[in-house]
């Protein structure tokens, strides 16, 4: 399995007005589409569940400048897709951050997109962390 960073200058036919701009934390600039949050910026590739993984990993992307009641919502919304019927949305947040951590090994592309895409998981992880407290 890859995860790869599809470049903004080449996303069906998109012109710079349909992307916003959210700083990571290492100071990069990464470029989101304003209206395509499940097919972009990255796709997973290789396995069987590729698609259902892409769109969950850009629609955790696209939430990193959101507030912490968007994340809480998702991981709500997400642990209620989740056919165990032991999972808690804390136990399924955790889960979250561990799939994230499994993803950077899987990363592919120049040395400029592998840091961005690094950064972007990782603060991602952060966020994640951070509403698990107050999740329920």
């Known amino acids: ?14 012109v710079p007005e349909d992307f916003r701009r ?4 290492n100071g990069a600039s ?3 589409h304003r209206s395509e949050c499940d097919w972009y910026p990255f796709q997973v590739n290789g396995d069987w569940a590729s698609q259902e993984q892409t769109v969950r990993i850009n629609r955790i992307v696209n939430l990193l400048d959101a507030t912490d009641d968007a994340w809480r919502s998702f991981v709500n919304q997400d642990c209620g897709d989740d056919l165990s019927p032991q999972s808690t949305p804390e ?9 994230l951590e499994s993803l950077k090994a899987c990363l592919r592309g120049n040395t400029w997109e592998v840091d961005i895409m690094t950064c972007a998981l990782g603060d991602a992880q ?10 329920g």
């Not at 959210?22 to 934390?25: D, G, N, T, V, Y």
């Not at 136990?91 to 799939?99: D, N, R, Y």
């Open 1 to 14: 399995m890859h995860l790869i960073w599809k470049r903004p200058d080449g996303f069906q036919n998109a």
């Open 22 to 25: 959210i700083m990571l934390s």
């Open 30 to 32: 990464l470029w989101l």
């Open 91 to 99: 136990k399924h947040s955790k889960g979250l951050v561990e799939w």
């Open 126 to 135: 952060r966020r994640l962390k951070d509403t698990r407290g107050t999740l």
